[in-house]
T-cell receptor, first 112, second 115 residues
Framework: SQELEQSPQSLIVQEGKNLTINCTSSKTLYGLYWYKQKYGEGLIFLMMLQKGGEEKSHEKITAKLDEKKQQSSLHITASQPSHAGIYLCGAVLSQGAQKLVFGQGTRLTINP | DSGVTQTPKHLITATGQRVTLRCSPRSGDLSVYWYQQSLDQGLQFLIQYYNGEERAKGNILERFSAQQFPDLHSELNLSSLELGDSALYFC??????????????FGNGTRLTVT
């Protein structure tokens, strides 16, 4: 089973609607990173969260870290076609770890 | 543009062959990471180098090896290729050895197809 579970696996929303993607860990989160990937391309860094309760926003994307629940959520407000892609969460799952572990990704489609 | 350059973009080769993937990190970044992305396994960490030295190893097969050169570029060598090695191979870099404050910056990947 995955150490990081993302839900949903795929999401189709109407342009202009809000949406939320979740990332849940089976272990303590020591750092949580959100990336976006367009099909066949590289990962674009979106945001980094480190402390429980921390919330960051960039344009219409907001990410929050719930340390107690070992979970992070990514919320997009008033979605646009440019938001389409695959969203991946990556996390540090042990202190001193030298790598990021990634979830399987959430494929987001925006319908006009 | 992340500043991380990977070549080639695409590679098609036959089973049993050997290939080399190349990565140039962002200017000033000392760490290089290799990841493999496949449909069934997702994004899997392979190996990390910091300033020429191996720092961490993940699920890297014995048929695979990597190195980081004095100019900080890195190469991932894949040998005795099998059909299951077909995947997107990503290189990422960071300023320092991995720490929570420094996100990884990814290249656009090399798509390897083994036939």
């Amino acid at each position: 089973s995955q150490e990081l579970e993302q839900s949903p696996q795929s999401l189709i929303v109407q342009e202009g609607k809000n949406l939320t993607i979740n990332c849940t860990s089976s272990k303590t989160l020591y750092g949580l990173y959100w990336y976006k990937q367009k099909y066949g391309e590289g990962l674009i860094f979106l945001m980094m969260l480190q402390k429980g309760g921390e919330e960051k926003s960039h344009e219409k994307i907001t990410a929050k870290l719930d340390e107690k629940k070992q979970q992070s959520s990514l919320h997009i407000t008033a979605s646009q076609p440019s938001h389409a892609g695959i969203y991946l969460c990556g996390a540090v799952l042990s202190q001193g770890a030298q790598k990021l572990v990634f979830g399987q990704g959430t494929r987001l489609t925006i319908n006009p | 543009d992340s500043g991380v350059t990977q070549t080639p973009k695409h590679l098609i080769t036959a089973t049993g062959q050997r290939v080399t993937l190349r990565c140039s990190p962002r200017s000033g970044d000392l760490s290089v990471y290799w990841y493999q992305q496949s449909l069934d396994q997702g994004l899997q960490f392979l190996i990390q180098y910091y300033n020429g030295e191996e720092r961490a190893k993940g699920n890297i097969l014995e048929r695979f090896s990597a190195q980081q050169f004095p100019d900080l570029h890195s190469e991932l060598n894949l040998s005795s290729l099998e059909l299951g090695d077909s995947a997107l191979y990503f290189c990422a870099s960071s300023e320092d050895s991995f720490n929570y404050n420094s996100p990884l910056h990814f290249g656009n990947g090399t798509r390897l197809t083994v036939t």
